[in-house]
């Protein structure tokens, strides 16, 4: 298999970890790995890519602003048909999902989406993902090629800077096309500045909690925990908005990994357990003795969590 | 309007066991329903045909049960179905290979909607795919549509960003769970549901016999998900002290 390697991210941080995993799969090939930018001030980010694995980066586009998936998409397919390139890694971001897929159909090309591992086995392309919300893991091979892959943020380190390494800088000829669809506005979300995915510890709540009110027991219990990170299933932040989406762990929120999870009052739908199941030590309290986040915990403990939350608190209090 | 909703069957998968034995999830016997998410695409298509008018068309590729699914959505107010047989080996790119001839088939559609995502992939393809193989515009994560004669509005949800974007006809949505709260059929649609038209499409007769996939599956192995399950019930503060008391072993408090 030829390994011309295309990376693409909406954010430099992705970028950079795309590089550490194309370089590998270039290098076992002896081929490149190039880094497409975009945008009017692409030019003075070059040097950054190069010094972090990149043999060549591909400037394009100078008069896109921001991001739109059909316009990334039309550079893309240009670069990828005009320079032979037959793996193309893509952020799973947001942005980068709705691209990857929509690009892959231009090409009429095989995708995977969210890999969490990418190797050549016996000269074949075969990626790994989780499906199933977490209960099971597919292998899948690249029948054809080009290939596009996204992958989530944090599945590789960026390799270390290195001043000394040198690379060709390049200018692609190619436009994006005109569409009918366009951007009014950009807002940000509204955020909490939380970042749950780097936490240690997690209390998180559940439709359980009667009011936005409470909430302020469950902060006590994060405090004497000495964790400060609140986390939350799906209803508290996309229904009720008692927390902002930064604080949402599940299939379409966050996916964390603390070394302690407390569930208080959630009732433990799967799409909430696909968010959390890689944490170390899981606890619920819910006061429903059947409710399913029983079945993906450590430790539980059946009742209402406004008894049971204030007692555990002075419980953790006596033994500092 | 000319509305085509695309929706998947899938299995229920908060049923889902590992075989301890083989290491392999059993998917064998567990109950099928609609893509969650595919269902508050179909309720946005109704809404957008009780304002605007139209026709909506409930669109699936799979497996001769999948019938019964595209019932549900004729039910729930489609007007008219489509199964297209999925052939051996499906991957995303047959899939939506398919879904695209079936659209341009149909002919003049004005909307297609698509949820997010399945509810047992996640892979959120089919829509992007769709827009691509018809290189038509997309607009994803809709939390909130605002669809008029000309042209429709979508907020989206690009996790750090909320970004409202719009576009003219035709159109690739996706939304996301957010967007409405589906509505259950009355007993009368489920009967009436019978005497819809529902089409049965083969590959071949969207000019894709032999059509091969771009991936493959080469092994799904299980990940289960070994607790220790060690419940406190009964008293209260005796729960409590338990519970620190393992905390503490665990060196997980802080």
Known sequence: MIMMVLIYSDTEKGALELLSKGRELADAAGRKVSVVITGPDAGSRAKRFIEHGADRVILAAPSLEGFKAEEIADVLEGIVKDEKEDVILISSTKNGKELAPRLAAMLDAGCVTDATSIDIDSGRLRVERTVYSGNAVAKEEFASTPAVITVPGKAFDPLPPDPSRTGEVIEAAVQPGGHGSRIIEVKKMVSEGVNVEDAEIIVSCGRGFKSSDDLKMLEELADTLNGVTLGCSRPIAADLKWLSDDHWIGLSGHKVKPKLYVACGISGQIQHVAGMRDSGIIVAINKDPDAPIFNSADYGIVGDLYQVIPKLVEALKARK | ?254
């Not at chain 2, 998947?8 to 998917?27: A, F, M, R, W």
């Not at chain 2, 079936?102 to 996640?122: P, R, Y």
């Not at chain 2, 009436?192 to 091969?212: H, I, Q, R, V, Y």
Request: charged share 30%; hydrophobic share 40%; proline share 5%.
């Open chain 2, 1 to 254: 309007m000319n509305i085509v909703v695309c929706a998947k069957q899938v299995v229920d998968v908060g049923e889902i066991k590992v075989n301890p034995s083989t290491n392999k999830p059993v998917l064998e016997g567990i109950p099928r329903k609609i893509s969650d998410i595919d269902k508050n695409a179909m309720e946005e298509a109704i809404r957008i045909k009780e304002k605007l008018g139209g026709k909506i068309t409930a669109m699936t590729v799979g497996p001769p049960d999948a019938r019964e699914r595209i019932k549900e959505l004729l039910a729930m107010g489609a007007d008219e179905g489509v199964l297209i047989e999925a052939p051996e080996n499906a991957d995303y790119h047959l899939v939506s290979r398919a879904l695209a001839r079936g659209i341009e088939k149909m002919g003049d559609v004005d909307i297609v909607l698509c949820g997010e995502a399945s509810i047992d992939m996640f892979s959120g393809q089919v829509g992007p795919r769709i827009a691509g193989h018809l290189r038509i515009p997309q607009l994803t994560y809709a939390f909130r549509l605002e669809a008029d004669e000309g042209k429709i509005r979508a907020d989206r949800n690009m996790g750090d960003t909320m970004v409202i974007s719009e576009s003219t006809y035709p159109v690739v949505v996706t939304v996301t769970k957010e967007i409405n709260e589906p509505r259950l059929p009355s007993l009368m649609q489920i009967l009436g549901s019978a005497n819809k038209p529902l089409n049965e499409w083969k590959m071949g007769d969207l000019g894709l016999e032999g059509e091969a996939p771009r991936v493959t599956e080469v092994d799904l192995s299980g990940v289960s998900m070994e607790r220790k399950n060690v419940i406190f019930k009964d008293d209260l503060d005796e729960a409590v002290n338990e519970l620190a008391d393992r905390l503490a072993k665990e060196g997980v408090t802080g």
